[in-house]
């Protein structure tokens, strides 16, 4: 493990910053609470002479604090971590020494962050999601409003066709719905937007433009796949890959006792997507529709043998991004034919 002068914690809040500093044997040698901008934090980093390490939780400020000290090089090594589990009274001191001495130790456990022009992704996707989880929820109102009153209403011509309106008998449900009509057009104009930008970012980003040929892959679950990524340099092997995507389990053991599999932290944003992709391409004709096909012939179950697509799909959405090259269904079928082969 690398050696720094100075282990930096620092509780990072949208008006001040606690920051403690201690040295390589756990010894407080600075304590500091200054306003949250950029002059006050870059000059208390650079009044440190030696080789700095500095850690922060993973909170909205995170990553604009990471690009600040990576654009200036103020620090020699930069974690942003996951917050931890709070232990006892809470204090902003306490918090950013504890921050401080696992990042001393080496125990904490780091979020992604990079200065990468596809960061601003996140932001994009994120925006996309909390107005998919509104206009979710506008639309669970807006038919309630009719079973309430034992009126069938289904599909999505209730949204778009203010007539429906005229079959509530109560004044005041007529007007509640009218409210939640107009939220529920607004908020499409809105979607509408989005689309529009992850069109756009088809064209922007090469590798969008790969993986939208993999079986599966609209131009929304692009978007939000490479939006969450990033960089597909993160995993090293595909089965880093399927942990991150919530795609695989590990087996827990304690005195050589299994007490059963339990998945790996990650995103469920990315194993909906590979779940959502497998049910479109086991319905199509291509490479993972044979080996959907093939499994179930051979006894495997429903549900492991989308499970194997759902891997096969991450795999190869990786291999195209790394490689830079678009897919093709006859080079799928040929590694599968190889994979069948070196099992017999």
Same mark, same amino acid.
Request: hydrophobic share 35%; net charge positive; glycine share 4%.
């Given at each position: 493990?690398?050696?720094?002068?100075?282990?930096?914690?620092?509780?990072?809040?949208?008006?001040?910053?606690?920051?403690?500093?201690?040295?390589?044997?756990?010894?407080? $040698?600075?304590?500091?609470? =200054?306003?949250? *901008?950029?002059?006050? =934090?870059?000059? =208390?980093?650079? @009044?440190?002479?030696g080789k700095k390490a500095v850690t922060f939780e993973e909170t909205t400020l995170a990553h604009w604090m990471y690009i600040l000290l990576i654009s200036h090089n103020v620090a020699d090594k930069i974690v942003v971590c996951s917050q931890k589990t709070k232990t006892g009274p809470k204090t902003d001191y306490k918090d950013a020494t504890e921050l401080a001495d696992l990042l001393r130790v080496n125990r904490l456990k780091p979020v992604f962050h990079e200065d990468?022009?596809?960061?601003?992704?996140? $932001?994009?996707?994120?925006?996309?999601?909390?107005l998919i989880k509104d206009l979710t929820r506008m639309k669970n109102r807006d038919k309630a409003l009719y079973r309430k009153s034992a009126i069938p209403v289904g599909g999505k011509k209730v949204y778009k066709d203010t007539s429906f309106n005229n079959l509530l008998i109560s004044k005041?449900?007529?007007?509640?719905?009218k409210q939640?009509?107009? !939220?529920? /057009?607004?908020?499409?104009?809105? %979607?509408?937007?989005?689309?529009?930008?992850?069109e756009q970012n088809i064209k922007k980003f090469p590798e969008m433009k790969n993986i939208i040929t993999v079986p599966g892959f609209s131009i929304v679950r692009t978007n939000i796949l490479v939006g969450i990524i990033i960089t597909p340099w993160r995993f090293p092997t595909k089965?880093?890959?399927? @942990?991150?995507?919530?795609? #695989? %389990?590990?087996? !827990? $053991?304690?005195?050589?006792?299994?007490?059963? *599999?339990?998945?790996?932290?990650?995103? @469920?944003?990315?194993?909906?997507?590979?779940k959502a992709? $497998?049910?479109? #391409? =086991?319905r199509g004709k291509n490479a993972f529709n044979r080996k959907y096909n093939e499994m179930r012939i051979n006894g495997s179950t429903d549900k492991s043998a989308q499970n194997a697509v759902a891997k096969a799909l991450? @795999?190869?959405?990786? /291999?195209?991004?790394? #490689?830079?090259?678009k897919y093709k269904d006859y080079y799928r079928e040929v590694k599968q034919k190889e994979n069948s082969q070196n099992r017999t």
């Open positions: 493990m690398e050696n720094y002068k100075h282990y930096i914690g620092i509780d990072l809040h949208s008006k001040h910053c606690y920051i403690v500093v201690m040295n390589k044997s756990g010894k407080i $040698t600075k304590r500091a609470k =200054i306003i949250t *901008n950029e002059k006050d =934090i870059l000059e =208390i980093l650079c @009044s440190l002479k990468n022009p596809r960061m601003e992704l996140r $932001t994009l996707v994120s925006g996309y999601n909390d005041t449900d007529r007007f509640v719905e939640y009509f107009n !939220q529920i /057009a607004l908020l499409e104009e809105q %979607k509408e937007l989005y689309l529009k930008k992850f089965y880093n890959f399927f @942990s991150y995507a919530e795609l #695989t %389990k590990h087996e !827990q $053991t304690s005195d050589g006792k299994s007490y059963g *599999n339990k998945k790996a932290y990650g995103r @469920s944003e990315l194993k909906n997507i590979f992709a $497998t049910q479109n #391409t =086991i991450a @795999s190869t959405v990786l /291999a195209v991004w790394k #490689t830079g090259k």
